[in-house]
């Protein structure tokens, strides 16, 4: 079974660019998550998805941060303008259903260095 | 949500058996334990997860205090490769949330 797929898996910017990130989560998988990891810390939740429907988005900052699951399949995550402080690894998770005690699927992450 | 407490960290032997604890004393009724853990340079992986037994599969065991408010990670023999951090997390089933908080770092010494 091929597991979430997320590129780039580096990306350096200088601040006030943007950049986007891609997730495939494992075939079939209703839920979608976007999570922050700052070195040091555990992973931040930013938006979680049930098909193509956000279900929460609480912790995005959206003022810089969109994303969208189009046909509730891929997703991407995007900066728009990046700041010194979004330095950070960006985990895409995806797990069979919503609302039940399924296990997440994590990929490997894309760290992203804005300078 | 619910909370966890975790040591920060926490160092074994090779070959030894290893406790990671976790508290959540707020725990309600309803909500799942769940373990899950990073190694380096990757995304997290699930470990194991239980509501009021304990439970076993091929990677640990999780040993659940009668009252819940407390959990216990059990790798039976660390192996270098088990050095990453773990996570504690309590899953509220209504809303399906899996919050992560900074986890135990385990550094396995050979």
């Known amino acids: 079974e091929a597991g979430v797929a997320q590129s780039p898996r580096y990306k350096i910017i200088e601040k006030r660019q943007s950049v986007a990130f891609w997730c495939n989560p494992i075939?079939?998988?209703?839920?979608l998550y976007w999570y922050q990891q700052i070195l040091g810390q555990g992973p931040k939740l930013l938006i979680q998805?049930?098909?193509?429907?956000?279900?929460?988005d609480s912790q995005l900052p959206k003022d810089r941060f969109s994303a969208e699951r189009l046909k509730g399949v891929d997703s991407t995550l995007k900066i728009q303008p990046a700041k010194l402080e979004d330095s950070a690894v960006y985990l895409c998770?995806?797990?069979?259903?919503?609302?039940?005690?399924?296990?997440?699927?994590f990929g490997s992450g894309t760290q992203l260095s804005v300078l | 949500d619910a909370k966890t407490t975790q040591p920060n960290s926490m160092e074994s032997n090779e070959e030894e058996p290893v406790h990671l604890p976790c508290n959540h004393s707020?725990?309600?009724?309803?909500?799942?334990i769940h373990w899950y853990r990073q190694l380096p340079s990757q995304g997290p992986e699930y470990v194991i997860h239980?509501?009021?037994s304990n439970v076993n599969n091929r990677m640990a065991s999780l040993a659940i205090a009668e009252d819940r408010k407390s959990s216990t990670l059990i790798l039976h023999r660390a192996t270098l490769r088990d050095a990453a951090v773990y996570y504690c997390?309590?899953?509220?089933?209504?809303?399906?949330?899996?919050?992560f908080g900074p986890g135990t770092s385990l550094s396995v010494i050979p």
């Open positions: 707020t725990i309600s009724g309803t909500d799942y």
């Open positions: 998805f049930q098909n193509n429907g956000v279900v929460d």
């Open positions: 075939s079939g998988h209703a839920t």
């Open positions: 997390i309590l899953r509220e089933t209504s809303y399906d949330k899996v919050i």
């Open positions: 239980g509501l009021t």
């Open positions: 998770a995806s797990s069979p259903e919503f609302a039940t005690n399924e296990k997440l699927f």
